[in-house]
Nanobody
């Protein structure tokens, strides 16, 4: 069992930056692949970025060069550094931990990009 709590969302102007955090507790964090998803009302949840237990990363084409996922296993936390934010990045951002047949989700943190 793994509990996830996201933080760091908020309102930011276009071109601004935010760093999302997802703190994990309850299991061996370092063995999980960690993902960031986002969802806009009426649309499917979209994978934004993923980092494996080995540290390999992938980023969606829409955020490449602007967002970076990284993890700190000593702090049981995964981060999403978001730079040069655009209005279309506005969404509810979720983190997910998964391995084998197990998947755990956080409650989400809202990111709003608007002037």
């Amino acid at each position: 069992q793994l509990q996830l709590v996201e933080s760091g969302g908020g309102l930011v102007q276009p071109g601004g930056s935010l760093r999302l955090s997802c703190a994990a507790s309850g299991s061996i964090f370092s063995t999980y692949t960690m993902d960031w998803f986002r969802q806009v009302p009426g649309k499917q949840r979209e994978l934004v970025a993923s980092i494996s237990s080995d540290g390999d990363t992938i980023h969606a084409d829409s955020v490449k060069g602007r967002f970076t996922i990284y993890r700190d296993n000593a702090k049981n936390t995964v981060y999403l550094q978001m730079n040069n934010l655009k209005p279309e990045d506005t969404a509810l951002y979720y983190c997910r931990a998964h391995k084998l047949y197990y998947a755990y989700w956080g409650q989400g943190t809202q990111v709003t990009v608007s002037s």
